[in-house]
């Protein structure tokens, strides 16, 4: 029957091991749109915070950059004092608010991708680290959007295709030159 062509089906889910435990994470359609659209507002809002603390950077370097060439050491130490004093606290509230973006999405996030109660778990497991957290969700979405690819896995299908005939072309070879 050379003329089956066995296909292999793609995996349904995905298993991790975090610390010594598996967390299964379903590629179902369903599962696949809810974490995708999720995993879209929490990037949105991470982005609208990052753009933020961008603009006060460049607004620091702006009025930094204005302090006149006219002022004495004394009055250009007093007004570089004053701006970064200003923009410090500026730039606190926007990392404050980047850690109650986290706190507030990625355990909920965590929950979502391995079932209720993960998220707190994972945290607890991390030191209630949640740059770690952070780490784990983008290691997890890296390994959700390979086992997602289409042209991957058709790449790899090619390729095993490919291996098999080398394989079988070698065989013919070495049929041939014991004869």
Same mark, same amino acid.
């Given at each position: ?5 066995? *296909? ?19 590629? =179902?359609?369903? =599962?696949? &749109? &809810?974490? #995708?659209?999720?995993?879209? /507002? ?5 982005? &609208? #915070? ?9 607004? !620091? ?13 004394? %009055? @250009?130490?007093? @007004? ?17 608010? @980047?850690?109650?973006?986290?706190? @507030?999405?990625? !355990? ?13 778990? !994972? ?9 770690? *957290?952070?780490?784990? *969700? ?10 997602? #690819? ?5 790449? %790899? ?6 291996? !098999?005939? /080398? ?11 014991? %004869?």
């Amino acid at each position: 029957m050379s003329d089956v062509i066995t *296909i292999p089906v793609p995996k349904k889910a995905l298993v991790f091991d975090i610390g010594g435990e598996n967390y299964t994470l379903s590629l =179902s359609d369903k =599962s696949r &749109a &809810a974490i #995708n659209n999720r995993y879209q /507002q929490i990037e949105a809002q991470e982005v &609208a #915070n990052n753009q933020h603390t961008s603009k006060l950077q460049s607004m !620091l370097t702006d009025e930094l950059g204005n302090i006149p060439d006219s002022a004495t050491d004394l %009055q @250009a130490k007093e @007004a570089r004092f004053k701006i970064t004093n200003k923009y410090e606290k500026k730039f606190e509230a926007a990392s404050d608010k @980047a850690e109650k973006i986290a706190m @507030a999405n990625y !355990l909920p996030f965590l929950d979502l991708l391995f079932g209720e109660g993960a998220g707190q778990k !994972l945290y607890h497991l991390c030191g209630e680290n949640i740059v770690a *957290i952070n780490k784990i *969700i983008g290691l997890v979405m890296v390994e959700l959007n390979k086992a997602n #690819n289409v042209s991957d896995y058709m790449d %790899q299908y090619l390729k095993s295709v490919a291996a !098999l005939k /080398q394989v079988a072309e070698q065989v013919g070879e070495d049929d041939g030159s014991h %004869q």
